[in-house]
């Protein structure tokens, strides 16, 4: 009987198992070609009345900006006279070139506290 048992297992197992995907390979199928119409049968575009009448469409009147304020000339003090760079000495200043910075030392860490050996002792901190 153990036989016919297990046979009937396998035929519950059969039915409620999912069906495996076939992975085989298919014939792939032939792309579709789609041609265009020969010349002989292109037509001109014809617009039907609706759009062959014009639409009016009203355009809102340009935005007219304030123009921008007029800039004053700057007017120096009396006593103050506005001078000029020497080119020369601008040209020096500008070639002098600052060395880099030499690289920070690197940190020094501390030294680990030492580790003790001794039993721990439990303190109570709250009576």
């Known amino acids: 009987m153990p036989v016919a048992g297990a046979a009937a ?29 020969p010349v002989s049968e292109v037509q ?18 340009p935005v007219v900006r304030p123009a921008p304020p007029a ?11 506005l001078i000029e760079t020497d080119p020369e000495k601008a040209r ?11 690289p920070r030392p690197p940190r020094v860490r501390p030294a680990l506290a030492p580790v003790t050996e001794e039993p721990l002792e439990q303190v109570e901190t709250r009576k």
């Open 9 to 37: 297992e396998s035929a519950v197992n059969a039915e409620h198992a999912a069906p495996v995907p076939d992975f085989r390979p298919q014939e792939a199928a032939a792309p579709r070609v789609e041609t265009m119409a």
């Open 44 to 61: 001109a575009f014809v617009p039907s009345e609706s759009l062959a009448r014009e639409e009016r469409i009203e355009t809102p009147p």
């Open 71 to 81: 800039f004053e000339p700057i007017v120096m003090p009396p006593d103050l006279v």
């Open 92 to 102: 020096v200043a500008a070639s002098h070139v600052e060395p880099p910075a030499p």
